[in-house]
Nanobody
Framework: QVQLEESGGGLVQAGGSLRVSCAASRRTSSVSAMGWFRQAPVKEREFVAAIGWTASRTRYADSVKGRFSISRDNDKNTVYLQMNSLKPEDTAVYYC???????????????WGRGTQVTVSS
């Protein structure tokens, strides 16, 4: 079973930047596409961004377009989410996700990480 482990969360002021990372324990077809979801208190988990194996395909939620950027390093089996111009409403637990396709990871991920807390202060 492939495991996903997030890192890099923390506390940042509004307008600041933060990068979170997610490392997969090994490379398989089940992690061809990777992405990020987030869940704020008393809210449902929502899709944030996804990236395909070749990184030629990416997908973003409207709420983060132009501020967040997803990338990956296949040699390290790691995906990154660079978050800029952070807002208090970005505060959430950020979960790494994986699936065989970008469409799959965006809607019904096959694998989940345990999450990392991101807190944006006003």
């Amino acid at each position: 079973q492939v495991q996903l482990e997030e890192s890099g969360g923390g506390l940042v002021q509004a307008g600041g930047s933060l990068r979170v990372s997610c490392a997969a324990s090994r490379r398989t077809s089940s992690v061809s596409a990777m992405g990020w979801f987030r869940q704020a208190p008393v809210k449902e988990r929502e899709f944030v961004a996804a990236i395909g194996w070749t990184a030629s395909r990416t997908r973003y939620a409207d709420s983060v377009k132009g501020r967040f950027s997803i990338s990956r390093d296949n040699d390290k089996n790691t995906v990154y989410l660079q978050m800029n111009s952070l807002k208090p409403e970005d505060t959430a637990v950020y979960y790494c996700a994986a699936a065989g396709t970008v469409e799959g990871v965006s809607t019904t991920p096959a694998l989940w990480g345990r999450g990392t807390q991101v807190t944006v202060s006003s």
